[in-house]
């Protein structure tokens, strides 16, 4: 199973765009790429309260957020994949996987309404064979459901299974669902060195697949 934001797809430049434009619609200032490169990985509902607050964890004024979720989400259907790209090294590990007969999933934590036409326009949505994004299922990384659910699905046991990720949230879900563990150090870990959550691998692209797996 694998991620997409910092994993699959550089994301931020479009999600970038749309806060900005979402704060000066409210008559806020813009936050900027390196700030929302450090908010990203825990969904929309959690992103719009980080531009808010300027914080990772704070709660934003509820009158403010009423008004910047619609905004943002109506931004975000109009530039969801105008500026996200893949990662290098990305093309070559998915045409690698699936030359040795890997079975892949997406498991991401960005809703359905953004992911599959995410996926669809860079070209890899027919990749996997499931795709399950943050409302597709009744709870999203870092629980563990999401992966249980993949793993029931391919009817395989979930030793068996692999996560590939970027972020605490990943690595949290698949020790949680009893999958091997693999992180990208390219990916969205807010500002910090995902090392330090001791995955089972750290890979700087996905063409090093081909070496590990």
């Known amino acids: 199973m694998i991620d997409v934001d910092g994993t699959l797809v550089d994301s931020v430049p479009d999600l970038t765009y749309c806060v900005d434009e979402m704060m000066k619609q409210l008559g806020k200032e813009p936050c900027g790429e390196a700030k929302?490169?450090?908010?990203?990985?825990?969904?929309?509902?959690?992103?719009?309260?980080?531009?808010?607050t300027g914080e990772l964890e704070a709660a934003p004024n509820s009158e403010d957020y009423k008004k910047a979720y619609p905004v943002f989400l109506a931004l975000y259907a109009d530039n969801t994949a105008k500026r996200s790209c893949l990662y290098g090294g990305v093309r070559e590990g998915l045409n690698y996987m699936k030359?040795?007969?890997?079975?892949?999933?997406?498991?991401?934590?960005?809703?359905?309404?953004?992911t599959l036409p995410l996926l669809k326009a860079l070209g890899i949505f027919d990749d996997f064979s499931i795709i399950i994004s943050g409302?597709?299922?009744?709870?999203?990384?870092?629980?563990?459901l999401p992966l249980l659910h993949s793993a029931e699905h391919f009817g395989i046991s979930p030793k068996d299974c692999m996560m590939l990720g970027d972020s605490v949230s990943d690595v949290k879900a698949s020790r949680a669902a009893g999958f091997a563990i693999i992180c990208m150090s390219y990916g969205y870990n807010h500002g910090n060195d995902i090392a330090n959550e001791n995955p089972d691998l750290v890979l700087d692209s996905m063409s090093e697949l081909r070496d590990c797996l």
């Open 36 to 52: 929302v490169r450090e908010w990203v990985g825990n969904g929309v509902p959690k992103l719009v309260e980080r531009a808010l």
């Open 99 to 114: 030359s040795q007969g890997y079975l892949l999933g997406c498991v991401t934590n960005k809703a359905e309404q953004f």
């Open 135 to 144: 409302d597709t299922l009744a709870k999203k990384k870092p629980d563990p």
